[in-house]
């Protein structure tokens, strides 16, 4: 069935930077929408960036600049680049995909992946 597999998560201090991937078996993940979520302790699930199939990129400003979300179609893959990591970005991140006009709510999305944390403190 269709299904996301995350990876790329872990402890980085202040400053660092990380790469999540998220694998998608079952279906073709190129041409829809995707994003990576986050859920940290005491906070609402947050939509951090996402693309329309292909298309350019949309980010929560506060990653801009930042984060980056990008996808290899042949690996069916898609990727969250982190940099400049502080500590408000540790959370549980989620990435997903569905279909919908407003990509940073949760209730466009059937599949996620499993989640994975990413910490960063001194």
């Known amino acids: 069935q269709e299904h996301l597999v995350e990876s790329g998560g872990g402890s980085v201090q202040p400053g660092g930077s990380l790469r999540l991937s998220c694998a998608a078996s079952?279906?073709?993940?190129?041409?829809?929408?995707k994003a990576w979520f986050r859920q940290a302790p005491g906070k609402e699930r947050e939509g951090v960036a996402a693309?329309?199939?292909?298309?350019?990129?949309y980010y929560v400003d506060s990653v801009k600049g930042r984060f980056t979300i990008s996808q290899d179609a042949a690996k069916n893959t898609m990727y969250l680049q982190m940099n400049g990591l502080k500590p408000e970005d540790t959370a549980v991140y989620y990435c997903?995909?569905?279909?919908?006009?407003?990509?940073?709510?949760?209730?466009?999305?059937?599949?996620w992946g499993q989640g994975t944390q990413v910490t960063v403190s001194a």
């Open positions: 693309m329309y199939g292909v298309g350019s990129p």
């Open positions: 997903a995909t569905g279909s919908g006009a407003s990509w940073q709510n949760a209730d466009m999305y059937n599949n």
């Open positions: 079952g279906y073709d993940i190129e041409h829809i929408l």
